[in-house]
T-cell receptor, first 115, second 114 residues
């Protein structure tokens, strides 16, 4: 079964550093998403991306965050200057279409620790 | 606005007993409802979904959920709990009015005692 792949599985970074989280969505999917889960808490929507632009973003997704699809396979989340409170599990997801029934798949996540 | 509520932070059940994890939702239009499970230090695993059709949906690991439109509920159930079912369970709704993001409930931690 096709999977959404996220790398690295765990990243430790110093406060103020830039970090890039990488995702490889399922190859024929068209919609891409990032979510965040602070340890043991609710999974929160960050951003959705379609047709090479952001289609929706939450209030968490401020100017420190950006997303990019640099080639036909990768989808990245960049945090420009990390803060301690950015420590969380970050999940990537992709879906084939706009219908909720059609293949919406989450990756296994990247645990980001900011020290 | 679409939203989902899980009224219980934690559910405790003895192994072999039936379990129920509650979820209620609020949507405009037809709901797309999901349950996900998260084991410690792991990602989100899809359990089951309701899109249309039969109100009783069967999913992975023996779980099922019952869609109740009049009560706007989508409770997760299992006839006989296992210790290995202990995990964090998230109910979710797909936002079909906007960018098709998934909106998660706060999660319910299930503890199954031997």
């Amino acid at each position: 079964e096709p999977e959404v792949t996220q790398t690295p599985s765990h990243q430790v970074t110093q406060m103020g550093q830039e970090v890039i989280l990488r995702c490889v969505p399922i190859s024929n999917h068209l919609y891409f998403y990032w979510y965040r889960q602070i340890l043991g808490q609710k999974v929160e929507f960050l951003v959705s991306f379609y047709n090479n632009e952001i289609s929706e973003k939450s209030e968490i997704f401020d100017d420190q965050f950006s997303v990019e699809r640099p080639d036909g396979s990768n989808f990245t989340l960049k945090i420009r200057s990390t803060k301690l409170e950015d420590s969380a599990m970050y999940f990537c997801a992709s879906s084939l279409g706009r219908q909720g029934a059609v293949g919406y798949t989450f990756g296994s996540g990247t645990r980001l620790t900011v020290v | 606005a679409q939203s989902v509520a899980q009224p219980e932070d934690q559910v405790n059940v003895a192994e072999g007993n039936p379990l129920t994890v509650k979820c209620t939702y609020s949507v405009s239009g037809n709901p797309y409802l999901f349950w996900y499970v998260q084991y410690p230090n792991r990602g989100l695993q899809f359990l089951l979904k309701y899109i249309t059709g039969d109100n009783l949906v069967k999913g992975s690991y023996g779980f099922e959920a019952e869609f109740n439109k009049s009560q706007t509920s989508f409770h997760l159930k299992k006839p006989s709990a296992l210790v290995s079912d202990s995990a964090l369970y998230f109910c979710a709704v797909r936002d079909v009015t906007g960018g098709f993001k998934t909106i998660f409930g706060a999660g319910t931690r299930l503890f199954v005692k031997a």
